[in-house]
């Protein structure tokens, strides 16, 4: 069993940046992919940014703005997130793959507001 676990979520003004990391006890070298999704309420869980195979995918709305990010030393994986707006208020999830089984973080509340 593959335990994520975020940090670095919290209360930033619009246009401010903030970072979040994932802390995996498995092996993020070996996984098959890992990334980030988010969920706003009332809303379903959308992909923000994957890595896999070494490709990098973003959703449109974050394009440009936000960086995903992988440390194999430290064996974590970063959201650099810049320019945010108000629209970018979400619980952010970590997830990863290993042998075709999905894992999740517990989330990181993410507030864009004035």
């Known amino acids: 069993q593959v335990h994520l676990v975020e940090s670095g979520g919290g209360l930033v003004q619009p246009g401010g940046s903030l970072r979040l990391s994932c802390a995996a006890s498995?092996?993020?070298?070996?996984?098959?992919?890992v990334g980030w999704y988010r969920q706003a309420p009332g809303k379903q869980r959308d992909l923000v940014a994957l890595?896999?195979?070494?490709?990098?995918n973003y959703a449109d709305s974050v394009k440009g703005r936000f960086t995903i990010s992988r440390d194999n030393a430290k064996n974590t994986v970063a959201l650099q997130m810049d320019s945010l707006k108000p629209e970018d208020t979400a619980v952010y999830f970590c997830?990863?793959?290993?042998?075709?089984?999905?894992?999740w973080g517990q989330g990181t509340q993410v507030t864009v507001s004035s």
């Open positions: 498995g092996s993020i070298f070996r996984a098959n992919a």
């Open positions: 997830m990863g793959v290993w042998d075709s089984r999905d894992y």
């Open positions: 890595i896999t195979h070494g490709t990098i």
